[in-house]
């Protein structure tokens, strides 16, 4: 095998990131770990992506430099992992980073034994050292020696980090889970709470979204005002602050400080995903527009710069621009004055809180760059009032404002596209266009879930509803992991309560069964990440821990009680009992970092319901039922339409139809819940008053 990079012909934006590097990079491949086990040479493994500013850095500094380089091809085999493409990958060797170092993030360095065990981690390493951290120029030669004269004691490190790897793995609980983990996660996230400026913790500040659904969800069951206003307050300070594109719309990744004024400017789908249905779903219980426009701003984004032509989603948008981070949003007060007239321009300034001297301060130094992050500190409301005029006269000349910035910062050069594909992003943002659909009553992000789907079966799935993990320019590759099937499951049953369509259901079931058939732990409960016909790492991981993004298990749980309750599976039903005992263990130690995980707890503790709609074809009131539904925030509740004439393959998938039907050709509604039902309605106010005698 020739010394050369070989990373030309990969597919991932960040691999082709590095092609020209003068590092012999291999991508994760079994040629490489054969080549590091003939040469006797240990592996040098780096794992980022493509819209990861300090992967940038780390690049610029060693990556592209001839001596680091030089260093890494005489003595490693190099590999290149991206986490987006291959999260089973970065999952273990992240785990190992933080067991190592007791922290962890990316660039994620490992590196290990041609047998793939590692012994030394870390994440961004400068070339040279500085502040007590080790420099690559100090680090490299200072691995080449303890490999050549201390191998011994190397490879029992290794060994000793896999086998606890390996242990760490091994759940074998079954104990039931307490309705008492929800009320410790929701004391946990009060104390985290910042009252000042909304979210948890100082900073960073991450948006979290399933902390706040979930503080939702627990406000809908308890009553407790506390919690609503710890969400609303949340979502405000997010809309208003820095974290919000306030010129092109969508959020960035996180805040860097306490106030949400300077992020992290990076955009993935997945923040976009959760927050949508978070505003969604804060509108649907508040009314307050904010978060409806918020809503609507967020698929604006996702339309115009993260969907493709054929209706799936791209991954996420480059933090850097022209080698700067946040170049690309920031504005001087005089390029505001040159591109709006004075009058605007004083306004624009005035509102979104811009600084002569500059607001956006480096994150490091704390310097200002002199350049602004627009931002809000007070409602459209009250600085309408501040100056005497209409609320609707304040919001079109600032929309008006808005749009001439947003023409003029389309002419700068664009932060790098990231325009892989991913099945399990995009079942994300699937389940809240169809979610965010449903309660805004808005076709248009219907059909846009729906194209979605429709591009995810039509290209990324195989014959017996095997998912694939990433799909690019026409290439389909990667076997899908968990997050792939739970979170497609969640979308097709998001989109099957927005359109009550049977195909979203029969799809939801196909791949829930090809989901039980190769990652169900028979023996011990949970889902692993990799398929039983994956290749084999150095330990199968499940996922639990609700971070960035939930984990497979946490949207399975949910999926498994909802295919339950519209199906009449028992099976089902005793599947997700035997999900929520596995993890009890980790529950118990900290809940609060499993908030989508109890949403599903929630679910079943709280006296979830079913709802069928049985009417004739074409009765207006099937409508008036349908609407009550849809206008009233219930996230336990799941609706099934059942048409006369009957819809065979619907009352096949769910037998139980067949004795739900229209009462004398009226429009009937039937509630059950508990294993039991109410006695049936025939008008939408019968069915309101009822979901409103139960809600208390």
């Known amino acids: 095998m ?93 785990m190992v980073c933080q067991m190592m170092t007791g922290s962890g993030g990316w660039p994620l360095t490992v590196v290990m034994t041609p047998d793939k065990k590692p012994f ?138 306490r106030h949400w004024l300077l992020p992290h400017f990076e955009k993935m789908l997945y923040d976009q995903a959760m927050l949508l249905s978070a505003y969604a779903e ?72 811009l600084e002569a001297a500059g607001n956006f301060r480096e994150e490091a130094s704390g310097q200002s760059a002199g350049t602004n992050i627009p931002h809000l500190q007070q409602s459209f409301e009250t600085l309408a009032g501040e100056r005497n005029i209409p609320l609707a006269k304040l919001e079109t000349l600032l929309e008006d404002a808005r749009m001439k910035l947003f023409r003029e910062r389309q002419k700068r050069v664009h932060p790098l596209l990231d325009d892989k594909i991913l099945a399990d992003w995009n079942g994300l943002m699937i389940a809240s266009l169809a979610k965010a659909g449903r309660i805004f009553k808005e076709d248009a992000f219907i059909d846009s879930a729906r194209k979605a789907v429709e591009f995810i079966l039509d290209r990324m799935t195989n014959e017996g509803r095997q998912l694939l993990h990433r799909y690019r320019k026409g290439e389909t590759a990667i076997p899908g992991h968990a997050d792939d099937y739970a979170f497609m499951i969640y979308g097709l049953l998001e989109l099957h309560q927005a359109t009550l369509e049977t195909r979203w259901l029969e799809e939801a079931l196909a791949f829930n069964r090809s989901f039980t058939g190769s990652f169900w732990d028979d023996e011990n409960g949970g889902f692993y990440f990799t398929g039983s016909g994956s290749e084999e790492l150095i330990a199968r991981q499940k996922q639990l821990y609700d971070g960035a993004a939930p984990s497979a298990n946490s949207i399975a749980l949910q999926n498994l009680l909802r295919l339950a309750q519209l199906t009449g599976n028992a099976r089902l039903e005793e599947q997700a009992d035997r999900l929520s005992r596995t993890f009890t263990s980790m529950l118990k130690e900290s809940p609060q970092g499993y908030t989508q995980f109890l949403q599903g707890l929630q679910h079943l503790f709280d006296d979830p319901q079913e709802v069928v709609i049985a009417a004739l074809s074409e009765d207006p009131s099937f409508n008036k039922m349908l609407n009550v539904i849809k206008g009233s925030y219930l996230p336990f509740t799941v609706l099934l339409a059942n048409p006369e004439p009957a819809d065979s393959k619907l009352r ?10 229209a009462h004398r050709g009226k429009a009937t509604a039937y509630v059950c819940h508990n294993h039991r039902c109410e006695k049936p309605v025939f008008s939408a106010d019968d069915l309101r008053k009822m979901l409103n005698d139960r809600q208390g």
């Open 282 to 353: 804060a509108w649907q219980v508040t009314g307050k527009p904010l978060f409806r426009d918020t809503a609507y701003q967020i698929v604006k984004y996702v339309n115009r710069v993260l969907r493709d032509d054929n209706g799936a989603y791209y991954s996420a948008e480059d933090a850097d621009s022209e080698g700067e981070e946040g170049k690309f949003y920031v504005w001087t007060i005089d390029e505001i004055r040159r591109v709006l007239d004075p009058t605007e321009a004083e306004l624009f300034i005035e509102v979104y809180n």
């Open 120 to 257: 030394y981690a870390a994440t961004y390493i400068p070339k040279e050292g500085r502040f007590g951290r080790h420099g690559m120029m100090q680090l490299l030669p200072r691995i080449v020696e303890l490999w050549q004269e201390d191998r011994k004691n190397l490879l029992r490190s290794a060994d000793k980090v896999t086998e606890s790897l390996q242990k760490a793995e091994q759940l074998t609980g079954d104990e039931a889970p307490s309705p008492d983990l929800i009320q410790q996660a929701s004391s946990a996230l009060r104390k985290q709470y910042d009252a000042e400026y909304g979210g948890f913790g100082r900073s960073p500040k991450f948006p979290s979204p399933h902390n706040l659904t979930f503080l939702l969800r627990r406000w809908k069951n308890s009553g407790e005002d506390e919690l609503l206003e710890m969400v609303t307050h949340t979502l405000t300070a997010m809309r208003r602050g820095g974290l919000f594109d306030h010129v092109g719309f969508g959020f960035h990744r996180y805040s860097t400080d």
């Open 652 to 661: 096949e998938i769910a037998p139980f139809l067949q004795q739900q039907t």
């Open 2 to 94: 020739t010394d050369q990079n070989h990373l030309g012909d990969e597919q991932s934006p960040y691999l082709l990131q590095h092609a020209d590097n003068p590092v012999h990079w291999y991508p994760w491949e079994t040629a490489a770990f054969k080549k590091a086990k003939a040469e006797d040479k240990p592996v040098f493994l780096s794992i980022g992506y493509a819209t990861c500013h300090w992967c940038h850095v780390m690049a610029h500094e060693s990556f592209e430099d001839p001596e680091v380089a030089a260093m890494l091809n005489r003595s490693f085999v190099s590999i290149k992992v991206d986490r987006e493409e291959r999260p089973d990958i970065d999952h273990i060797y992240m």
